[in-house]
């Protein structure tokens, strides 16, 4: 399953399972989208979500994480954020708490990023300083979580899913979400409802 592509569109990052068992045994898988040739492990430990780094040489990821209707897990299961440098192969915990944090994605200057978390109970959108550690809730959702969240490229938008609703979000500027309203001018059928007409049978079963 693709994660990401690099910036320069050079290599790009996928999820898979190599022979592995346990709880979300996949690994990351490195493909050269220049050249012919198998992909690349990574490195042999459990992954997924990851996120290429602006210059292309870290990487962002989650290990562990719980079923997403288990919402405010609190736990060992819970996902946490790790930083990869693929110059020397050496690991950065970035965030490790009882608590979840998911869907890194980079800030275009790659001084830090944001993710979704739900320390304050549901997920919601938060900024994180590597530098410093230091991290901001940007997005105060109560009765909803924050799922499947998507930025551009210059981070400057973001859109993101809340129970059925759909919202675009800027989170450089300090505004509130805004929800995205979908409508259609085309009748759809209603795929729930069939009828037929019979008009005679031996025997019937439901």
């Known amino acids: 399953i693709l994660e990401d592509i690099s910036p320069d569109g050079s290599y790009a990052v996928a999820r898979g399972e190599r022979g592995r068992s346990g709880y979300k045994p996949t690994r990351l898988l490195k493909i050269d989208l220049l050249n012919d040739g198998r992909e690349l492990v990574l490195f042999d430990a459990t992954a997924h979500s990851a996120a290429v780094s602006p210059d292309g040489a870290r990487m962002l990821f989650c290990r562990g994480g719980e079923q997403p209707f288990r919402d405010g897990y609190r736990g060992s299961r819970a996902s946490r954020i790790q930083l990869y440098d693929q110059s020397d192969d050496s690991f950065q915990s ?110 019937a079963a439901f």
């Open 94 to 203: 970035v965030i490790a708490e009882p608590w979840e944090a998911r869907s890194p994605k980079w800030l275009a200057d790659g001084k830090g990023f944001l993710c979704i978390s739900n320390e304050g109970g549901r997920f919601n959108v938060v900024s994180c300083d590597l530098a410093t550690g230091s991290r901001k809730q940007l997005t105060f959702f109560k009765a909803g979580s924050v799922v499947t969240p998507a930025l551009s490229g210059d981070a400057k938008l973001m859109v993101f899913r809340v129970s059925r609703s759909i919202y675009r979000f800027k989170p450089l500027n300090g505004g509130e979400p805004e929800e995205i309203h979908l409508f259609t001018d085309e009748k759809l059928p209603d795929r729930y409802i069939r009828k037929e007409k019979v008009t005679g049978t031996s025997s």
